[in-house]
């Protein structure tokens, strides 16, 4: 199935069109953990943070998972998305193996007691959302483009090129969105 006829939902992927110039959105990739009738949430997934995880929890000192700006709501908010599951009570599952969110206390006694690796979990610093039909109006607007996310798209081991990868991968119509000309008025 062709990438446009894709439609939104849980563990679906939202690849932003090359010229959205929002701050959070341009050249975004966002995991949506939650699609429904009453809105979407999910967090962006290639916007890693040069930021130490002791900076923001002094717990952390010697445990240095990825941190990444997961969207515009809740920023002063810190959300999780791992592959542990059941072993944190309250996450709430994503897709097949990946989970988001649980009982903090859990989370940080596991990382206490070397029971969680930094390949485990991830942090987002605040969340994506839309309300109940505004993404269904950004995708009629051509905002966004819906996928099937692959693990590669989920662990990229280079996340700040995963939006141009991603378009590459889709095909000549949409490898062309990958290097856009920074004025297209211009040409």
Do not use: R
């Amino acid at each position: 199935m062709k990438p446009n006829q894709i439609k939104p939902a849980q563990g679906k992927l939202l690849i932003s069109e090359p010229f959205l110039t929002d701050f959070y959105f341009k050249k975004s990739v966002v995991l949506l953990a939650e699609h429904n009738e009453e809105g979407s949430f999910g967090f962006i997934i290639n916007k890693p943070l040069e930021i130490k995880a002791y900076d923001l929890l002094k717990d952390f000192a010697d445990f240095e998972p990825k941190i990444y700006l997961g969207g515009p709501v809740k920023t002063d908010t810190i959300y999780a998305i791992h592959s542990l599951g059941d072993t944190i009570p309250e996450s709430k599952q994503i897709t097949n193996g990946l989970y988001w969110g649980g009982n903090v206390e859990i989370i940080f006694e596991l990382i206490a007691s070397k029971k969680i690796s930094t390949n485990d979990i991830c942090f987002y610093i605040g969340y994506s959302g839309w309300s109940a039909n505004q993404l269904n109006n950004e995708l009629k607007e051509k905002s966004w483009i819906v996928m099937n996310p692959t693990n590669e798209h989920i662990h990229s081991a280079k996340p700040e090129n995963l939006w141009s990868e991603i378009l590459k991968s889709m095909g000549n119509e949409y490898a062309i969105w990958a290097n856009p000309p920074l004025n297209p008025s211009l040409n």
